[in-house]
């Protein structure tokens, strides 16, 4: 499908954040801080879960997974990003800009049925706590572990090859820092209203299922925790899915306002804001997250360092 190009454009200019001017230096250093504590956040914690006898449990499985998908996400798109700072644009191949299309909505997609797992496997062990061991046993984590990436991997191919049979015929300037499916459709001078309905379609059941079986989930979890009849039997049930229902709550929120609410009359400033927000912070803030509200982490987290 990749072939179906025919126009001669083999490369794309990433302009980036544009006209930093002085800035560019200190958001340079600002960004490349926070990528590598995002790379060295998501690397510690699974390398904790691997390393650690208390953390092999079924929710500690799954958050390996998240930070690998996290660590994707960041790999694929802010080392470009940061070259974009410093040199005020990077060129990027035809095939270069449709592979980090394709790794950054596998990683999203990835991730909202990794979000719904984790939801579901709390379900399990607040509203099923008898059964939980003998239902979340290791067949059945693994399976509930590579459903997502396989589903990542292919159901994004739908843009992938929206992409593919566009035509760009002069214009090869995106004023973007990375290469994403409506900048790129935007600059395609072929119809791309019958693609972009397909992927409007296609994609809507991918973000809203996983969301929708998230709500159930904790509809079922709150119940169960109003249920208990002391105060601290509820705080200690709810801090064991506290943690995921924040990182829930920072994912579909920068999620939504990317991709939910119209650009129409938003600046390309605005636009940018927002993508970056939703491809830096939550990789930053989910090993944080995990880390500060969860006591078995910060206990394995000290056990490491002190030998």
């Known amino acids: 499908m990749l072939g179906m190009n025919q126009t001669g454009v083999t490369e794309f200019i990433l302009l980036g954040f544009g006209n930093l001017h002085s800035f560019r230096i200190v958001f340079f250093i600002l960004f490349l801080f926070m990528f590598l504590f995002t790379v060295m ?3 510690l914690i699974i390398v904790l879960i691997f390393n650690n006898v208390h953390l092999q449990s079924p929710m500690y499985y799954f958050l390996c997974h998240l930070s690998f998908s996290d660590l994707v996400t960041s790999t ?8 974009a700072i410093l040199l005020g ?6 095939i270069g800009c449709i592979t980090q299309l394709y790794f950054f909505s596998g990683s999203t997609i990835t991730e909202c049925f990794l979000l719904s797992v984790m939801s579901y496997d709390r379900y399990l062990a607040i509203c099923n706590p008898l059964r939980y061991s003998s239902i979340m046993d290791f067949k059945h984590q693994f399976c ?17 090859f929206a992409i593919s049979s566009f035509n760009f015929c002069h214009d090869n300037i995106i004023d973007h820092f990375y290469c994403d499916l409506f900048p790129l459709q935007k600059l395609s001078c072929s119809d791309t209203s019958l693609a972009e309905l397909e ?12 969301c929708g079986l998230i709500t159930v989930t904790y509809v079922y979890i709150f119940l169960t925790i109003y249920k208990i009849p002391s ?8 801090s064991t899915c506290s943690s995921h229902l924040i990182v829930v709550g920072t994912f579909y929120g920068t999620l939504i306002a990317k991709y939910m609410i119209p650009s129409v009359g938003h600046s390309l400033i605005i636009n940018k804001i927002v993508s970056l927000l939703h491809t830096l912070f939550p990789p930053l803030f989910n090993p944080i ?19």
């Open 231 to 238: 105060t601290t039997g509820k705080q200690k049930t709810f």
């Open 76 to 83: 694929n798109i802010v080392p470009n990003m940061l070259g």
């Open 41 to 43: 956040g998501n690397l």
């Open 89 to 94: 644009g990077i060129i990027m191949t035809y």
């Open 289 to 307: 997250i995990y880390s500060l509200r969860n006591q078995d982490i910060k206990t394995a987290f000290r056990k490491m360092f002190s030998q």
């Open 144 to 160: 509930l572990s590579v459903w997502p990436w396989v589903l990542g991997l292919t159901l994004n191919l739908t843009g992938v």
């Open 199 to 210: 992927v409007i379609l296609f994609s809507l059941p991918i973000f809203i299922l996983p």
